[in-house]
């Protein structure tokens, strides 16, 4: 039997957890830049680096995924459900990190000036609910699904 997969009723489920997990996301994300910086990566460098990293991966993901979809044109339920709560988790990710290059600088994240301490990261995260259930929308449209009692 034939049916649709709903991309948006999984996405604003995310959205509902996304609301709530953008502090923990930023930690990691902070984690990340001490880990570098414990290597040797300079704190400002660190964060330079993540963001041409998450602007590739921003772009690059919903691609991947697309394309993924439409070359098994046809997925099971629970596999198309696992690879959404992925994407959604990675793409929240770097769109939370990406969007954060425009509402602050890496010495402001690094050395805590100009009275901020990177709540910037909650913030953009926040931004990215909507992105993500642009994205659902699209899948939605154009993707098929087919029950897995075949």
């Known amino acids: 039997m034939k049916y649709k997969y709903n991309y948006i009723k999984s996405t604003m489920l995310f959205c509902v957890v996304g609301f709530i997990i953008p502090g923990f996301t930023a930690i990691f994300l902070v984690g990340l830049q001490m880990i570098l910086t414990k290597l040797g990566v ?33 997925a099971y339920y629970k596999q198309l459900r696992t690879n959404l709560i992925f994407f959604n988790l990675f ?8 969007l954060s290059i425009f509402f602050t600088k890496a010495n402001t994240l690094c050395y805590v000036s100009d009275g901020q301490n990177g709540i910037e990261l909650a913030f953009t995260a926040w931004l990215a609910l ?13 993707t ?7």
């Open 42 to 74: 300079e704190c400002s460098n660190a964060w330079q680096i993540f963001w041409l990293f998450s602007w590739i991966g921003m772009i690059v993901l919903p691609i991947l995924f697309f394309k993924n979809l439409k070359k098994k044109e046809k």
């Open 91 to 98: 793409e929240y990710i770097f769109i939370q990190t990406a």
């Open 130 to 142: 909507p992105i993500l259930m642009i994205f659902s929308y699209f899948f939605e449209y154009h």
């Open 144 to 150: 098929e699904t087919i029950s897995e009692d075949n």
